[in-house]
């Protein structure tokens, strides 16, 4: 049985006040469950410190990372040592939203990556097409093409710190969800390409994100490729992220 994730990435949101309250929230409901389903909260960087001094059953994951190594005169920058220093374990890279609004080309998120391993810490790797690469049949090579970018930097022992996360980008946010078939089928296609470049690819948690909420959840974590969630808008409300979290539980058991 592989680990079962449901990863809440909260992006530029919610306020200070708002996110106390919302971490504390899901930090009780989580402790209330039995499962052992891995629950992690991405919120925005300047609360990390805080939320890793609270933390209990849940972790945290940074949203983003430096392409630069260590500390030092880099203003405005958050280093993958940083990170690590201050005891985050995890951290999103390859969003689409970082991709396509911040530029992050293959050269800059390669650096990432290397960073981030350099600082051991897991990468969660985000692949997806867009939807006119959907309609033109290229969905399966575009997300190919972002694993070799991702296969040309990492280790032979690195691969077993990862977590990929598969993102159409035309189901983020907008409230259009891939069918369980097709999340399955590409996840099957990213299993494939991990069995043919790395020893860990039955271990490796695979994780669905776009649009996911409590109702097609259910639907998401029967799907033998997907081993969790990475959600958006609803990780933003305790409820609904929890009723994700319960959908996933049930796998991993
Ligand atoms: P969404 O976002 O759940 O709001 O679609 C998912 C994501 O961007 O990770």
């Given at each position: 049985?592989?680990?079962?994730?449901?990863?809440?990435?909260?992006?530029?949101?919610?306020?200070?006040?708002?996110?106390?309250?919302?971490?504390?929230?899901?930090?009780?409901?989580?402790?209330?469950?039995?499962?052992?389903?891995?629950?992690?909260?991405?919120?925005?960087?300047?609360?990390?410190?805080?939320?890793?001094?609270?933390?209990?059953?849940?972790?945290?994951?940074?949203?983003?990372?430096?392409?630069?190594?260590?500390?030092?005169?880099?203003?405005?920058?958050?280093?993958?040592?940083?990170?690590?220093?201050?005891?985050?374990?995890?951290?999103?890279?390859?969003?689409?939203?970082?991709?396509?609004?911040?530029?992050?080309?293959?050269?800059?998120?390669?650096?990432?990556?290397?960073?981030?391993?350099?600082?051991?810490?897991?990468?969660?790797?985000?692949?997806?097409?867009?939807?006119?690469?959907?309609?033109?049949?290229?969905?399966?090579?575009?997300?190919?093409?972002?694993?070799?970018?991702?296969?040309?930097?990492?280790?032979?022992?690195?691969?077993?710190?990862?977590?990929?996360?598969?993102?159409?980008?035309?189901?983020?946010?907008t409230g259009k969800t891939a069918s369980p078939e097709?999340?399955?089928?590409?996840?099957?296609?990213?299993?494939?390409?991990?069995?043919?470049?790395?020893?860990?690819?039955?271990?490796?948690?695979?994780?669905?994100?776009?649009?996911?909420?409590?109702?097609?959840?259910?639907?998401?974590?029967?799907?033998?490729?997907?081993d969790g969630a990475l959600v958006g808008g609803a990780?933003?409300?305790?409820?609904?992220?929890?009723?994700?979290?319960?959908?996933?539980?049930?796998?991993?058991?």
């Open positions: 049985m592989r680990q079962q994730w449901v990863i809440g990435n909260w992006k530029l949101n919610p306020r200070f006040l708002d996110a106390k309250t919302l971490f504390e929230t899901v930090q009780t409901q989580f402790g209330e469950k039995k499962t052992s389903c891995q629950v992690a909260i991405a919120p925005p960087a300047p609360y990390l410190g805080m939320f890793v001094e609270q933390v209990e059953q849940l972790s945290v994951v940074a949203q983003d990372v430096s392409t630069v190594s260590g500390f030092g005169a880099y203003t405005g920058e958050v280093s993958a040592d940083l990170l690590q220093n201050m005891g985050v374990r995890s951290v999103i890279i390859g969003h689409s939203e970082r991709r396509e609004l911040f530029a992050d080309d293959t050269p800059s998120l390669q650096q990432k990556i290397k960073q981030a391993r350099q600082a051991d810490l897991q990468v969660v790797y985000c692949v997806g097409e867009s939807l006119s690469q959907r309609e033109a049949s290229q969905a399966e090579s575009i997300v190919v093409g972002q694993l070799n970018d991702l296969k040309d930097v990492l280790t032979a022992d690195d691969w077993q710190h990862l977590i990929i996360a598969y993102e159409p980008i035309w189901a983020i946010g097709d999340a399955q089928q590409m996840h099957a296609t990213i299993r494939q390409y991990l069995k043919e470049h790395t020893a860990y690819a039955e271990q490796l948690s695979l994780l669905y994100g776009g649009s996911v909420k409590p109702e097609n959840a259910v639907q998401l974590a029967a799907c033998q490729d997907v990780s933003l409300e305790a409820n609904s992220f929890m009723a994700i979290v319960d959908a996933f539980s049930q796998y991993n058991v």
